[in-house]
C-alpha cells in the first residue's frame, strides 16, 4: 500500500473476516458494504478474507487468506489431501475440525496475525469484523485493533444445545461452540470494540466479559438505491424469508407451522433464501408439514435478485428466536414490503417498537405468527401503511454511509489512544 495515496488524512485501513459470504449470512454484506464507502470517503482499504471469500465492489482491494476449506460446498467436514497441508495452522484446522469443533476463528486469526506482523507498516488500524481468535491478541500489539461484534456468539451456543436431541448431540454442540469461550477471553482484552444495537452490546458485556466503556454502538446499514420498493405488483399470497441457515435460532421451522396454519384460509407460497439441510429440522418439518408444494427455499442470489424477491412479496417474516442486528429486516423495510419480526434481541430495536415500521410477534410462537400473517393478508391498507414507515425508518436511520463514517470515527480514536500510550511510555 502507499502512503497516504488520497491526502494526510486517508488512513489504511485493514478489514478482516475469517468468513465473508457473498450473499447469505451478514459478514459478506458487511464487509462489501463499509469498504466500499471507507474508500468513497477517501481511504484506502484492504481486506483480508478466508473462504468464502466476499464479492468487493470497486475501490477496496481483497487479499485471500486461504484456510483449508473444509465446509465448502458440496462437500463440508471433507478430509484434504495430505499435499493440502502447508503448515502447522493447517494441521491444527485439520484436527480442531476432526474433534467436533469449529476452528475457522482461531485458525484465521493466527495466518491474520503472521501477515501483519510482516505487513505492520502498510496499516494505520485493523478492523476485525467477528474472528474474536487469540490472534488477534497479536496483532492487537502491533496495530491499533477495532473489533465489530454482531451479538456473543455464546447466545446461538445455548439456543443450539437446548434444541439438540440427546446426550449426543448436546455434546457435539458444545463442542462445536467451544470458540466462543476464546472470543470471550479475547473480546474482553480489547480495548476498542463496536457492536450493532444496544441490545447486543449488553449481551456482549453480560457473556464476554467486557467493560461496557470500551463499547460503541454503529448500526449496520442497507443498500437504499438496490433495496426500493418494487414498480411490479407484489405476488399474492406470498411470503418471503431471509435465513443464512436452519439453525434453531433463524426460527424458520416456527415460521413454516405458522405457514401450515395460514394456508387453511389464504392462498400462501413461501419463499426461503436459504439452503437448509436435506436432512436437517427445517427439511424434517417440511415434508412433516405437508409444504412441499407451498414452501420453496432459494439460494446463490444476487444482491438485485434478492431485493426483487422481497420486492414481490406482500409480507416479509423474521422469525428469529434472537438477532443482534438483522440485515434481512432492514433490506426488507427497504423494499417497503410490510415485515413481521420477533422480539428476539435486538429486531425491537431495529425494526421499531409502536407497530407501525413492523408487527412484532413472541419468538418461537407459531400461533401468534400466524396470526399476524392472516391478519396483514385480510388488510391491505394495513400493509402498505406498515411498508411505507418502514421505507421512511431505513432512510432516515440505516445508510452504510452513515456506517462508515462513524467507523472512520472509532478508527481514529484507536489510533489517537495507541500514540497517546506509546507517548507515555
Not at 505487513?119 to 476485525?128: E, L, M, P, Y
Not at 491478541?137 to 456473543?152: C, E, Q, R
Not at 409502536?354 to 408487527?359: E, F, I, P, S
Request: proline share 7%; aromatic share 6%; glycine share 8%.
Amino acid at each position: 500500500m502507499d502512503d497516504f495515496p488520497n491526502g494526510p488524512d486517508s488512513l489504511r485501513i485493514a478489514l478482516l473476516s475469517y468468513r465473508s459470504k457473498p450473499h447469505c449470512g451478514g459478514q459478506g454484506v458487511y464487509v462489501r458494504h463499509v469498504s466500499r464507502e471507507l474508500v468513497d470517503l477517501g481511504h484506502q482499504v484492504e481486506v483480508i478474507s478466508g473462504q468464502p471469500y466476499p464479492e468487493l465492489d470497486p475501490g477496496p482491494s481483497l487479499t485471500k487468506l486461504a484456510s483449508l476449506d473444509l465446509y465448502r460446498e458440496p462437500d463440508p467436514f471433507r478430509v484434504p489431501r495430505p499435499r493440502e497441508f502447508r503448515d502447522w495452522i493447517d494441521v491444527l484446522e485439520f484436527l480442531h475440525m476432526g474433534t467436533g469443533g469449529f476452528p475457522e476463528p482461531l485458525t484465521f486469526s493466527l495466518r491474520a496475525a503472521r501477515l501483519l506482523k510482516a505487513r505492520a507498516g502498510d496499516f494505520d488500524v485493523v478492523h476485525d469484523n467477528q474472528t474474536l481468535g487469540y490472534g488477534m491478541l497479536k496483532v492487537a500489539k502491533i496495530l491499533p485493533l477495532i473489533a465489530t461484534i454482531h451479538h456473543p456468539v455464546s447466545v446461538d451456543r445455548v439456543v443450539e444445545i437446548a434444541n439438540a436431541q440427546g446426550i449426543r448431540e448436546k455434546l457435539g454442540k458444545r463442542r462445536w461452540y467451544g470458540f466462543t469461550k476464546m472470543q470471550g477471553k479475547v473480546a474482553s482484552r480489547l480495548a476498542s470494540i463496536v457492536t450493532v444495537s444496544t441490545n447486543s452490546g449488553q449481551d456482549i458485556a453480560r457473556d464476554f466479559g467486557v467493560d461496557p466503556s470500551v463499547m460503541r454502538v454503529v448500526p449496520i446499514g442497507v443498500d437504499t438505491d438496490t433495496f426500493r420498493p418494487p414498480k411490479a405488483p407484489r405476488v399474492p399470497g406470498r411470503i418471503v424469508a431471509v435465513s443464512s441457515s436452519d439453525s434453531p435460532i433463524k426460527g424458520v421451522k416456527v415460521l413454516l407451522e405458522a405457514v401450515a396454519k395460514v394456508r387453511t384460509g389464504h392462498d400462501v407460497e413461501l419463499v426461503v433464501v436459504g439452503k437448509p439441510n436435506p436432512d436437517g429440522p427445517v427439511a424434517r418439518a417440511v415434508r412433516d408439514l405437508d409444504l412441499s408444494a407451498d414452501v420453496r427455499f432459494v439460494s446463490g442470489l444476487s444482491n438485485d435478485a434478492i431485493a426483487e424477491l422481497l420486492g414481490s412479496a406482500e409480507v416479509a417474516v423474521v422469525p428469529s428466536l434472537y438477532e443482534g442486528f438483522s440485515i434481512p429486516a432492514v433490506e426488507a423495510m427497504a423494499c417497503a414490503t410490510p415485515l413481521i419480526a420477533t422480539r428476539g434481541g435486538a429486531l425491537p430495536e431495529v425494526v421499531g417498537h409502536d407497530g407501525k415500521t413492523a408487527v412484532l410477534v413472541e419468538p418461537g410462537d407459531p400461533a401468534e405468527l400466524a396470526d399476524a400473517l392472516d391478519a396483514l393478508f385480510d388488510d391491505d391498507a394495513r400493509r402498505k401503511a406498515i411498508g411505507t414507515a418502514g421505507r421512511k425508518r431505513i432512510e432516515t436511520s440505516y445508510t452504510w454511509r452513515r456506517v462508515a463514517e462513524s467507523m472512520v470515527e472509532v478508527y481514529r480514536e484507536a489510533i489517537a489512544r495507541r500514540a497517546a500510550e506509546s507517548a507515555g511510555k
